[in-house]
């Protein structure tokens, strides 16, 4: 993996000129050479002694450096007086930027902890910031619940903050910690950029358009449970249009739901799962007993199944996290119930007859072939479609779909083929699934990384160009710029991707402009000045230009290969029991069988993604240093969650035990 921000590590983020430049051929003897003409400098005091650009190429660090900036600080006061009084306290006695990176690290944990609720990666992130500042803090990453403590537990801060995947925000605010963490910004710069984000500054135009803001995310819900209905629980042309109609109410009721808040947003899950009830019984009641009630049920509350949480709870009970992935496990599994419980009660306030003799009588309904059954490139066709709308629901920029479609699309086809093989060989067991979840899971991951390694790569040749980092010109490097730049302006003209990247690209040509008069003799320029939309642009370029978070591809491909209906399914069966006993029935072993499955894939798909990378670049990179680097970076993006202790700094206490047994020692000798 290529260091895609080495060049401004050692960088000052309140400007400097181009006199950063150790190079004798800066010093106030140069002649300087234009065509056939070579002036004295020492000869002419009135001359500049400065070389052409040309002459100094692949001696400069990056255009930053020769940029004069102004210096950019955080207003503190626009936090919560709890952090203020925090941070007043750790300025007073470790400095400034001691307590400006505890806030940082505060901020990042919650936005990270909201976008993908993740807490054994947002946990490691934390600890690269910890152990880069020296910071003296320790955390509790709950369900709902963050706690941060700061000077061995002398102040304690509490947040609840509720989950809503985001995509986007991932990887946003994984790149800023990154940017942090490799010394290419400041903290203040850092803490700017988090507020900006969260003003959607730094987010896709298609996000706020439709997919991050109501009314136009209304129109996602009827996309999901459509494409659910038909592709995951049998469903058919005609429900898949009543699930579209239950899914749009729904929608409404949630964003209803979500503006009066207060303590109504409690209720959010019943009243879904009623309207989603009645609304479907309606139509089998009135119209024709032809639905399938199940699928019309559990493609519409796809949307509220968090499926996900069953496979992080897993792996947090693996890591040894067992309050954090008992508590998700068991809280999800009753969120689902209220679900189910609300559609079966729907249906009792409609039906005529027995809900119990429908359930079972609809069941028939279900299932039946349709050209999505029994046509491969229509089964693919619909998965993709109810992945896009997937992606749609986690705020995934639309110009990236494609990375996240190759992704759920190689996981759900090798799982869907190895479920294909295995199925009469282990019809009397759930090896089946155990199998082909584990083998959809490595496959996953491998995929994601596969990508965010040529992404980055790709990425690496343009960001260079832009910030000016090359060394030297290639027709690689050329051709990688001009492709990127071509979709860049080709997403801005459809209002599909960041503003900001088709800004930088502007911007680009007036520092190139500039740059190349403050390196002419015959100029008076003296420094490049950008006024404070351009700062902010160039400042969104440096932390772009990190490598991308691993995890905000791979999301929502786990989120599609966990059928969060199967646990609905379980309630279902205990709200209407089944009359005989059979093993299709016995849902929770189903359940666990496929969470545990999933979480050892995506364990043992990113180590070997890790160790395989580490092996490829020790083959293939030229030297000790570009190894160093490359291990580094894949040890941060790809974030394999080493579950180290987070709570509890191993070398601080070996330091302590060290200095206890030094102290024992002298005393005894004293003696």
Known sequence: MTDIGGEDAAASISGGNSSDVEDPKLTSTTKVSFGEDVIDNEASESTRSRPSLRDVKGKLKSVRHDISLSERRFNVK??????????????????????????????????????????????????????KFKIRMTWNLGVVKLIFRVEDGGFEIHRKVPFDYDSEFQDLYTKTAAALVGGHITVHEALIHQTEIKKGMHTATSGQLFQRNYPGRL?????????????????SYSDAGVAAICGFVAGLLEWGIGTVGGDFKILNDIIVGLSTGIIASLFYQYESPIYCLKGIFLGTLYWFFYGTAFVIGILEIIAGELETGVTRFVGVAIKTFVLSLGAALGMSLVLSDLPYDVWYAQANNCGKDNVFTTEAWARILMYLLCSGAALAQYRFPIVNYWRALAVQLAGYEVQYQMQKILVDRQKDDYLDNAISNIVGAVAAVVVSEVIAYVVDNILYHYNARILQRQKSDSKMSDFFYQVTAFFVRLNHFFRMGKKADYDVLQLDK????????????????????????????????????????????LMPAVYQLVPGSIIANLWFNSIYPPKESSPENDVFSILMVISTSLALGLLVGFNITRFGGVLLNRLFSRGIEDKEKMDEDIDYRKTVMAFAEHDDDPRERREESLRAQSFQD??????
């Open 78 to 131: 626009t936090l919560p007086v709890d952090m203020q009084r925090v941070y007043q306290e750790l300025t007073d006695k470790h400095g400034e930027e001691y307590g400006l990176v505890w806030l940082f690290s505060m901020r990042t944990a919650v936005e990270l902890h909201r976008g993908w609720h993740m807490p054994l990666l947002t946990s490691k992130i934390l600890q690269q910031i910890k152990d």
């Open 219 to 235: 129109l996602l819900y009827p996309w999901q449970a459509a494409t659910c209905a038909i592709i995951f629980f049998g469903g």
């Open 510 to 553: 007036k520092l190139r402009q500039q740059r190349a008069e403050l390196y002419d003799s015959y100029h008076s320029r003296e420094s490049i000045n950008l006024d404070a939309n351009e700062e902010r642009l160039l400042f969104d370029a440096i932390i772009s230009a990190e490598p991308v978070s691993t995890w905000s591809i």
């Open 666 to 671: 002298q005393t005894q000798t004293d003696n």
